[in-house]
């Protein structure tokens, strides 16, 4: 099996968590999704993100959701959890039942209280101490959720400071630059190798941020096996290529990354695709429109043309 | 015993969460602190509020720190629970657990996440839906802490939805206009009495408060029998001597109010005073020094010299 | 010539302002650049907007700009002012000046310091006062710029109070419900029939807007052709050709679209076009990378290819 | 004539911007609040501050103000004017006019767009760039109305990169530590000597400031005798009596410190004191209540009385 490492690379996929229509946790649907994130090839899992709709849970749906789903997993690929918490009392909680229950790591983002660079760096050593020398974990740089601004400056200081953090989780936008000057760093041996994974909702620059050396994708799509494919593209080299595959899943890539909607969306469509069995968003949560629906079956129908031009 | 209800009137003290200097519970020091507490004559408390430091605490310490409120006090006073939460399984399932416990309600605010009017509305009818018919409950308006500023138009529709919504803490700053208007709707006979405690960091317009209809305070404070007497005097019709009161305790209100040091300042007078063991605060949590304590114990000093020139 | 009125169709594209090297304004490159436009098609221009570095420039030199746009169109098309202002006297004396050289209509955007629905819908009653019945104006939607979220019950009451709003700049993100609620209102007579254009970055969300019934864009982006032609085949019933042509340009769009680098991004390809001289952007600015040149060129290529599979 | 330098010290008075009843400019009122001023002693004037409604003049109108303040002081004791732009042409375009009036210096915040500790320190680079090595300025660090925190550490970098930076408006909030702070590194020989005025409003811990080494004050108040009588006591070991002083005020001083309606209650007592003609604030601006009224004119009465205890 793959490991959550420094070297880790390929697609980690931040999954949804399926409700049934009247909002209670569908574990049968749970399983099937873990079923087709592996039948699409991808290389890990990430649950109870902000897309998983964490915050929404109870401890002990949570609980529940996680066992499910590393159950079904049984080991095949890791499964990273999502351990941002208000407090370092609860992040220490939830971490040690999760490492416990299989889980390989945890993803850590900053909370909106922090803002210069030494309050973010103090709250991350905080992480590193609360997390201690046994669980591996990502550090998630996703300004447009958390409204924390981690300078590249900050990032080093965070990831030299974190001997157990192996991989950024970069969402920052725009974030090319911060990518490069990271890779940067570890080539003038400042900083040791890092896995870098990219998060830009749907992959939106995963071509451009495998060119920069992203070692490959952390988000939600509702069609993984694009993440997947262009990343075997990219990494055997035909570049051209995996930009072409990127292109033709752009407008629905693009469509289902707004921002509220965009969860909707991803849900309509993995219940279409016959993924999950019920499309329902927990509330507060959006709700699509009969004008939603018909954009979406437009981008599909075109999506779908494009990729059979493509084959 | 007074009732948490629309004609509720006094001071409900926010209170700390005591810790031993190692950061547990104490719970020794959460009972003397309620005797305390009922001793200086306050006429209800909240409790799991910002300044309890309630996101630090475990679900299960949350849940043991009620319990021992809830026991020492026994009924002699209500005990109102914060019970804000990121969603509302979480809420619903916190706020059941509180009232079985004996709670005489809960105290909800705002998400970060609403902004506009019809979403901060749209988000109290879900509160509404979430506590039901038989949980009474309190509207926090705190904008310093929560950044939704409602407008008076926004905390009447609230009020005119929420049946069950029986106090306005009034804790927008500045305020005094919100105040009159919300008063001046149950005039008009638009709305029906509400009781309003307002909760500006140590009772920092308390006076000028009172004197728009304010029916007493809901905030926290090291010296409660500031609060107590101020709202004693003003009620029996002794403006003037509410304000004498009031304006010797204002030099070390304001400095007990700085956001951040706050608590740390509140728990440092609580254990000089006796009432608490440590003043210890959860990390990420504020430090004093000694510079700091300099400056307190100067304004203990000075507080009671003024104190005793109006005895 | 077209008119700026509530009928207005088509396309506005927001211009850069184009510099010399060291920094200076450079007048025969906005000759150029009108010209430019004029020749792609475009139906409007709106200048002095957030994209033209309104802000850097002295008020000596914004007035010089404005003129030197007029003169060169010499009426050929409409020009819309940005006339944002943190205080009135200087929108109005903004407003009157521009009118004066030839302008037909400003555009209005609320500060950051409006929050709440009443605060955003006096305030543009204020702005209704300063520019009084005789200049057309433009709503500015663009959260993303003023972190002012108006709601679509906030954009009804201004474009019901401000007779003299003639068109909405529709860019929220995301909007498409939006758009859609603003056209039902029309639709069942409860608001006068008004333009909408859609400045989505690039236009990133164009044809998807279109089919909501936005009447056209008003944004920038380096090759305005797209938006002309999509424009023109959507409305002359080619939907699908409409989105052909669009998702020509997504990828390059998108990468344009990136708040920041992205103004660097427009200047280097309108450079690259011979439409301006120089890509200098004032400080504080954004500078391009080897490696954005990089990506960018790769981007044209592509694009390039693309369009002549299409023709 | 006293200086502005780096051994400034007393009180720079934050004035107001006086208008007619109407709106327009009240010169004959301007050169009373200077003589006004004079007669109370202050040493410094700082004008066009956001407590000056300068955003809400226009250009002609700026320059005519500064004009006569800089007229009628005539010399007698150094005007600082606010010089924060939203580009640096016009930074220099309104330092190069005012410096050649007269003034002594201008003062800088920053704009709400920087965020990290780097893009801070890059901005004010810029302005060493933009103000040159002839015009001395002060730093306004002010969270509360720009958003920008800066941390210790910043602003060392800051006075550190800036030779001609001669002094801190410190104005964060809580900021003791802050002070504290930079006045060790100067202990230290870590930092040059500075002047540090502190102006949270109203001189809202004016004491507390002199204790941590601040020179004195630079804000606004309808009654600047207070703050020049607190620091006279203060620097002549007086401390106790400084502290009493500022007890008389602070009431009324924490109620003309309310965001907001503090500019309309601090022109209401500037013109009950025959200092203006007019309380008029431009709009968008706050008005008093016959309720706030009340509230002042007890909280005058009051100090009144205690004054005359005092004397």
């Not at 109870?58 to 049984?74: G, K």
């Not at 447009?144 to 953090?165: D, E, F, H, K």
């Not at 890539?253 to 993995?270: D, H, M, N, S, T």
């Amino acid at each position: 099996m793959s490991k959550f490492n420094e070297t880790t690379r390929g697609v980690y996929l931040i999954t949804v968590t399926p409700f049934k229509d009247d909002g209670a946790l569908d574990l049968a649907s749970t399983d099937r999704m873990v079923d087709f994130c592996l039948e699409q090839g991808v290389d890990g899992l990430t649950i109870l993100g902000i897309m998983g709709e964490a915050p929404k849970l109870t401890a002990e749906e949570s609980r529940t959701f996680v066992r499910q789903v590393l159950n079904r997993v049984n080991g095949r690929i890791p499964i990273v959890v999502g351990a941002s918490a208000p407090g370092f009392a609860s992040m220490s909680e939830l971490t040690k039942s999760v490492m416990d229950l299989g889980a390989a790591g945890v993803m850590v983002a900053p909370p909106p209280s922090v803002r210069t660079d030494d309050q973010i760096c103090a709250y991350f050593d905080m992480v590193n101490e609360t997390l201690g020398p046994d669980v591996p974990w990502c550090l998630q740089d996703h300004p447009g959720a958390t409204t924390v601004q981690m300078s590249t400056a900050v990032v080093l200081r965070i990831l030299r400071n974190s001997p157990r953090c192996v991989m950024l989780k970069h969402e920052d936008w725009p974030g090319l630059a911060k990518l490069s000057a990271v890779r940067a760093a570890t080539a003038k041996g400042e900083l040791r190798r890092i896995s870098i994974l990219t998060g830009n909702g749907g992959g939106l620059f995963l071509p451009e941020e495998l060119v920069r050396g992203a070692d490959g994708a952390m988000t939600g799509f509702a069609y993984p096996e694009m993440m997947v494919e262009v990343c075997k593209a990219y990494f055997a080299g035909e570049v051209e290529r995996a930009f072409d595959l990127y292109d033709a899943y752009l407008p629905l890539a693009k469509y289902e990354q707004q921002a509220g909607p965009g969860l909707a969306v991803r849900k309509y469509i993995l219940a279409r695709r016959g993924v999950i069995a019920s499309d329902a968003v927990r509330k507060p949560g959006p709700k699509l429109s009969a004008l939603d629906i018909a954009d979406i079956e437009r981008l599909i129908a075109r999506q779908e043309r494009k990729l059979r031009a493509l084959a």
